[in-house]
């Protein structure tokens, strides 16, 4: 292979897997994390957590959506309302920033 053919073929290389990553960021479901998300809030809060559905954006700013969040009342604390709900909770992280402080 001559050297004129490997270099056209890199732009077709690297756009190939910058398409497979935006298409498995847009079809993923990332509702799998919830499992994981929950206890962690829970614990932190002292009171127990629900999500009802999460969206991730990437990006070099990555946008973290989760939908009907409900917190509720610490053990003992007599009341039929959660403490909390929210329709929306939106958390944005600039990744680099957060991958050079680590």
């Known amino acids: 292979m001559t050297d004129t053919l490997r270099r056209r073929r890199w732009p077709y290389v690297i756009g ?4 497979a990553i935006v298409i498995f960021a847009v079809v993923f479901r ?3 994390l919830i499992p994981l998300i929950e206890p962690r809030a829970s614990a932190a809060l002292g009171r127990p ?15 973290v959506v989760a939908d009907d969040v409900t ?15 929210a329709e929306h909770l939106t958390a944005d992280v600039e990744a680099l920033t957060f991958i050079k402080e680590r």
């Open 16 to 19: 190939a897997i910058v398409a």
């Open 71 to 85: 917190i509720g009342n610490p053990a003992g604390f007599e009341s039929d309302k959660p403490f909390a709900t």
């Open 49 to 63: 957590v629900t999500i009802g559905h999460l969206h991730v954006t990437l990006g070099r700013v990555v946008r």
């Open 30 to 32: 990332w509702d799998w």
